[in-house]
């Protein structure tokens, strides 16, 4: 079955750790996106790739980084420098072009303890 | 820069009944897509329905339907004969056209809609 696996959905980080989640899809969709979800903020961007090799950032990057060295991978690192990084976090993808809805993986809840 | 408002919470309606979710967006541009995503309480997020701005008829998907107002910028989501499963998070988003280059969908925060027996 084609979709967007992220894992794991529970991931505990004591602060000051770096940590990686991780988002693979299987749709063979070129955009990819990461997202982070607080009560009452809604889904705010994180980061964002249109291709292989390449991504720009959203709205809160700071304390992120993200990688893009494969079409199906798209993984998100929370470094020590993000000062609240306990959240809800839903990775996405898109096909680039003309289609239009993005797929959502299940999400990971981080918490730093 | 594009953004989306909900300006509605939380919103309850009757089980069998109907129930309409606001959605106001602001954009220069003229083409666009916007959706409304539902997350129910598993968290996985769920396309309810989509409307490209170019077309001026309404989306309908069964249940639910949509008023978009273009020069209003108002998108709006009806949900008739409403049920206990429709208990969720709604999103409303949108998503610029492919053309501009680059594309990112915007979300607003959010209504969520409760279900009553």
């Known amino acids: 079955d084609g979709g967007i696996t992220q894992s794991p959905k529970y991931l505990f980080r004591k602060e000051g750790q770096n940590v990686t989640l991780s988002c693979e899809q299987n749709?063979?969709?070129?955009?990819m996106y990461w997202y982070r979800q607080d009560p009452g903020q809604g889904l705010r961007l994180i980061y964002y790739s249109q291709i292989v090799n390449d991504f720009q950032k959203g709205d809160i990057a700071e304390g992120y980084s993200v990688s893009r060295e494969k079409k199906e991978s798209f993984p998100l690192t929370v470094t020590s420098a993000q000062k609240n990084p306990t959240a809800f976090y839903l990775c996405?993808?898109?096909?680039?072009?003309?289609?239009?809805?993005?797929?959502f993986g299940q999400g990971t809840r981080l918490t730093v303890v | 820069a594009q953004t989306v408002t909900q300006s509605q919470p939380e919103m309850s309606v009757q089980e069998a009944e109907t129930v309409t979710l606001s959605c106001t967006y602001d954009?220069?541009?003229?083409?666009?897509?916007l959706f409304w995503y539902k997350q129910p309480p598993s968290r996985q997020m769920i396309l309810v329905i989509r409307q490209e701005a170019y077309k001026q008829q309404n989306a309908t998907e069964n249940r639910f339907s949509v008023n978009f107002q273009k020069a209003a910028k108002s998108f709006s989501l009806k949900i008739s004969d409403s049920q206990l499963g429709d208990a969720a998070m709604y999103f409303c988003a949108y998503r610029s056209w492919a053309t501009s280059g680059t594309y990112k969908y915007i979300f607003g925060t959010g209504t969520r809609l409760k279900v009553l027996a």
């Open positions: 996405a993808s898109s096909i680039r072009g003309t289609s239009t809805e993005a797929f």
């Open positions: 749709l063979n969709h070129d955009a």
């Open positions: 954009t220069s541009e003229s083409d666009y897509y």
